[in-house]
């Protein structure tokens, strides 16, 4: 859960440019940013794929679950 401040200052950012406050939360929010983007094929530029892969490669056994739109 975020405040309503936290959430407005993220807008329509994406990890590139935004990243949760809480580093306890980098993981989930990477995790689920990807799996987004996986499920509805939409794509990535460069700078946000760098971000997430920083984010990935902290997180371990982080899985990356996600179901294809139809």
Known sequence: MVTA?????KADQDPAEWLPPSADALCR??????????RWGLAVDEAE?????????GCGGTDVEFTPAP
Do not use: H, M
């Open 49 to 57: 794929r760098d971000r997430l892969l920083d984010i990935a490669a």
């Open 5 to 9: 401040r936290s959430n407005r200052s």
């Open 29 to 38: 929010y990477g995790a689920e940013w990807t799996a987004t983007k996986l």
